[in-house]
């Protein structure tokens, strides 16, 4: 089993920056890869960002160029860089992981909430 703990959310006006973090503990040898993810308005989860255990990276394409997700070097942290932030990046964000490289993510966090507004 593997536990995630997001923090950093909160409230930062637009063109403003948060960094999010994701702490695993528990089984974390078994993770591969970790990612982070929003809710969508119809309450689905959609990608943002994830990274594999070797630093490969995938980003969805309305966050390119302005987040950047990283791994600490125990690889049992995530973060997710968040710059130029805009009206629609408010939702809840969720850290996931995976005990593979590109598979779905098998735990989750509880989420943290982003809210980007003047």
């Known amino acids: 089993q593997v536990q995630l703990v997001e923090s950093g959310g909160g409230l930062v006006q637009p063109g403003g920056s948060l960094r999010l973090s994701c702490l695993a503990s528990g089984s974390t040898f078994t993770i591969g890869a970790m990612g982070w993810y929003r809710q969508t308005p119809d309450k689905q989860r959609e990608l943002v960002a994830r990274?594999?255990?070797?630093?490969?990276?995938k980003y969805a394409d309305s966050v390119k160029g302005r987040f950047t997700i990283s791994r600490d070097g125990a690889r049992n942290t995530a973060l997710l860089q968040m710059n130029s932030l805009k009206l629609e990046d408010t939702t809840t964000y969720y850290c996931g992981c995976s005990n593979t490289q590109y598979g779905d993510m098998h735990y989750w966090g509880k989420g943290t909430l982003v809210t980007v507004s003047s």
């Open positions: 990274i594999t255990s070797g630093g490969s990276t």
